[in-house]
């Protein structure tokens, strides 16, 4: 994630949480905090110009943020162009994750990010966000491999998150990569007062959790399509 992209961030947050963090916020954590790291993964057309296009993808900056508009509802709006959307997953997390990223890994809009703190060895997932119109097509899943992928890195020996109890489809996800609840946080969320799971995985740097960690990701990249075969093909 770059600060050009926290307009298109911050209007993915406002359709996907009930108290959004401001523009500020992002930019401050892209700019002054030396223990995070942020992603975004881009919608992107077709090299030949064939299939749909976004029109968000045509859109000039603004001096605000702006909902994200809707993708063309066409055939080209399925497989293969999920695999347009996830094929520029950026991992610039690198010792100065602030790096700009290639030009090309830059045409598409932002459809989806997400973000983690290092605090010691945990690695803190602060949020994970697909755009609406995108959920379930296993591009959440994609941001929470490459975040588990991002803390093995930075040398995490575990990762932890807060996740609201009514919200079992992001729980089921959580399971699926050995996060277990842990503890309650209760009237965590300010705008209804609802209690807050506290999940933790299983140590991610045991030999048992890369083991299962590698067959997940490749049961994931093999549903996205064969030019996500590898994390290396991931530019």
């Known amino acids: 994630m770059q600060l050009e992209d926290v307009l298109e961030v911050t209007a993915i947050e406002r359709q996907s949480f009930t108290t959004p963090w401001p523009v500020y916020a992002y930019r401050r954590e892209l700019k002054d905090n030396r223990t995070s790291r942020y992603l975004v993964v881009r919608w992107l057309e077709p090299a030949d110009g064939s299939g749909s296009t976004s029109p968000a993808s045509q859109a000039t900056p603004v001096a605000e943020p702006a909902p994200a508009a809707p993708l063309a509802k066409s055939p080209a709006a399925g497989p293969s162009a999920i695999r347009r959307a996830v094929s520029l997953l950026l991992p610039f997390w690198r010792q100065d994750h602030r790096v700009s990223p290639p030009v090309e890994a830059r045409k598409g809009p932002v459809v989806g990010y997400a973000g983690l703190w290092l605090v010691l060895d945990e690695a803190h997932v602060t949020t994970i966000a697909v755009r609406p119109d995108l959920r379930g097509q296993g591009l959440g899943e994609l941001l929470l491999v490459r975040l588990t992928e991002i803390a093995q890195e930075m040398g995490a020996h575990r990762m932890t998150?807060?996740?609201?109890?009514?919200?079992?489809?992001?729980?089921?996800?959580?399971?699926?990569?050995?996060?277990?609840?842990?503890?309650?946080?209760r009237r965590y969320y300010s705008d209804d007062n609802e209690d807050a799971m506290i999940m933790w995985s299983e140590p991610v740097d045991s030999p048992q959790f890369q083991a299962r960690f590698a067959e997940l990701r490749a049961a994931l990249y093999q549903r996205l399509g064969d030019k996500l075969a590898a994390p290396s093909n991931l530019t």
């Open 161 to 185: 998150l807060e996740v609201r109890v009514s919200n079992e489809v992001a729980q089921d996800l959580y399971r699926k990569y050995t996060y277990k609840v842990e503890g309650v946080r």
